[in-house]
T-cell receptor, first 112, second 116 residues
Framework: GNSVTQMEGPVTLSEEAFLTINCTYT??????LFWYVQYPGEGLQLLLK?????DKGSNKGFEATYRKETTSFHLEKGSVQVSDSAVYFC???????????FGTGTRLQVTL | EAGVVQSPRYKIIEKKQPVAFWCNPI?????LYWYRQNLGQGPELLIR????????DSQLPKDRFSAERLKGVDSTLKIQPAELGDSAVYLC??????????????FGSGTRLTVV
């Protein structure tokens, strides 16, 4: 079956530090890959996506590249801000499953 | 454009009591999903609708959970009777159709259920 593995949190960084949150997946077929963000007290928001190998998704300074050879979709940002503090979820979607499969989430806390 | 609207935002009930959650998806979105998110975990699908038809309810605990989507628009998720282990955030999401879901779902803010 499909599964997503994320690095455990919390991840605590100082403002302007470089961020990497690791995500690897197992899937049948050719999944689309997503990063969702959940701010405190809010629902999930789509941050970025990639639909095929070597695609790079980007949004709000965040980037992730779909690496089929390593089955990975690591999230990166060059300079985090306090406002980036949230829980980040990696997810995949395949046509055969027709449902988003999420990782367990990684909490990011950015301090001044 | 209004997003996915869920109500109530919070609900506290005693165990064995019934509870219902309501979701209004984005206008024109044919596919509707109910997810459950346990504390510290990622969301897990409970049921998926294509218009008014439940096409995937394999993860829905049918002994106590039920859902409906009359007229293929709003949806209601019900638990009767609730158990302590049902405490979670219940998320509704929608997409234009199953294939447009590859562009990402739109999630509501969720209903946080606490069973005491």
């Amino acid at each position: 079956g499909n599964s997503v593995t994320q690095m455990e949190g919390p991840v605590t960084l100082s403002e302007e530090a470089f961020l990497t949150i690791n995500c690897t997946y197992t899937a049948t077929g050719y999944p689309s890959l997503f990063w969702y963000v959940q701010y405190p007290g809010e629902g999930l928001q789509l941050l970025l996506k990639a639909t095929k190998a070597d695609d790079k998704g980007s949004n709000k300074g965040f980037e992730a590249t779909y690496r089929k050879e390593t089955t990975s979709f690591h999230l990166e940002k060059g300079s985090v801000q306090v406002s980036d503090s949230a829980v980040y979820f990696c997810a995949l979607l395949t046509g055969t499953a027709s449902k988003l499969t999420f990782g367990t989430g990684t909490r990011l806390q950015v301090t001044l | 454009e209004a997003g996915v609207v869920q109500s109530p935002r919070y609900k506290i009930i005693e165990k064995k009591q019934p509870v219902a959650f309501w979701c209004n998806p984005i206008s024109g979105h044919n596919t509707l999903y109910w997810y459950r998110q346990n504390l510290g975990q990622g969301p897990e699908l409970l049921i998926r609708y294509e218009n008014e038809e439940a096409v995937d309810d394999s993860q829905l605990p049918k002994d106590r959970f039920s859902a409906e989507r009359l007229k293929g628009v709003d949806s209601t998720l019900k638990i009767q009777p609730a158990e302590l282990g049902d405490s979670a955030v219940y998320l509704c999401a929608s997409s234009l159709d199953e294939w447009q879901g590859f562009g990402g779902y739109t999630f509501g803010s969720g209903t946080r259920l606490t069973v005491v």
